[in-house]
């Protein structure tokens, strides 16, 4: 967990396997407040879950619920490279 930027707002970095990047954002974007998802390398296929402060623990249990889907590795914080638009 890292706040970057706001102190409000939560900052996930996750690896995941490339191919789940639609999954996951489908199933954040299903949870309608609980934050938004942002593709850092889509080759390595890092994402970035921001969620506000409040919301983390409700993000941590979605997250939580897909590891049996979807396997994931949490990262210490963002990677040197440049977020893709």
Not at 13 to 29: N, S
Not at 55 to 68: G, K, Q, T, V, Y
Request: aromatic share 4%; proline share 9%.
């Amino acid at each position: 967990m890292s706040a970057r930027g706001n102190p409000e707002t939560v900052e996930i970095y996750l690896e995941i396997p490339p191919a789940e990047i639609v999954f996951i954002k489908h199933i954040i974007e299903a949870h309608e407040g609980i934050g938004v998802l942002r593709t850092i390398d889509r080759t390595r296929a890092v994402i970035v879950l921001m969620v506000a402060a409040d919301m983390e623990p409700h993000a941590r249990a979605i997250l939580d619920s897909l590891r049996d889907q979807l396997p994931w590795i949490e990262l210490p914080g963002p990677p040197s490279f440049r977020t893709e638009t």
